[in-house]
């Protein structure tokens, strides 16, 4: 649903371009979390304007890490083992691009995806860990928003500058948003991650 355009919006005032990109200093390309394959730097963050998009994340990355110590501690200092374990494991192997990225990003999530003017039909998010948090922020100017935890029954209103958390593979949820402009910042980990460097559950 993500990259299905008849999920976008225009915007109404061209100052958001409907799109999701992907963004981490170390995660498998899509189809690679096999055997054999190593992490990369994502496609965003490759070449010189990579620098300035983490740089441009550190103070969310800040917030939201701060946010999941104090609901989720375990999860925290878990994130925090991966991202030192990847750094080592980077400069290592001389992955300079990696080495820089992972230096310079503040968060303990090692993905956050950028979701622009999109509607999210129902849904889960089957390659986070069962017990992890995925922690979604929102920002922009467009009518009344709920987000939709269907399994559990519960609804909130995502009201510009929310911040909601859950465990997104076990929670159904979605929201619609049909007009004006809106971005939803999603933090979340990936287990393969997690598994690669060999950090405990």
């Not at 170390?26 to 620098?51: I, M, T």
């Amino acid at each position: 649903w993500r990259t299905n355009w008849s999920n976008f919006h225009t915007s109404p005032d061209g100052m958001v371009t409907p799109s999701c990109i992907n963004i981490s200093p170390a995660w498998f390309q899509q189809g690679r979390e096999v055997h054999g394959f190593s992490p990369e730097v994502s496609a965003a963050l490759k070449g010189d304007a990579g620098r300035n998009i983490t740089t441009s994340l550190q103070r969310s990355g800040i917030i939201v890490s701060a946010a999941l110590r104090v609901m989720h501690p375990d999860l925290y200092w878990a994130g925090m083992e991966t991202q030192v374990r990847l750094g080592k494991w980077a400069a290592r192997y001389e992955l300079d691009e990696m080495h820089y990225h992972l230096q310079h990003w503040t968060s303990v999530f090692n993905v956050v995806s950028i979701i622009c003017n999109c509607r999210s039909p129902p849904h889960r998010d089957p390659k986070c860990q069962p017990a992890a948090f995925d922690i979604m922020t929102t920002a922009g100017m467009y009518h009344l928003v709920v987000m939709d935890f269907m399994n559990l029954g519960i609804k909130f209103l995502y009201d510009s500058g929310s911040m909601l958390a859950s465990s997104c593979r076990l929670v159904r949820h979605y929201m619609n948003v049909e007009e004006g402009n809106w971005i939803v910042t999603a933090w979340y980990m990936r287990d393969s991650i997690h598994n690669f460097v060999g950090t405990p559950s």
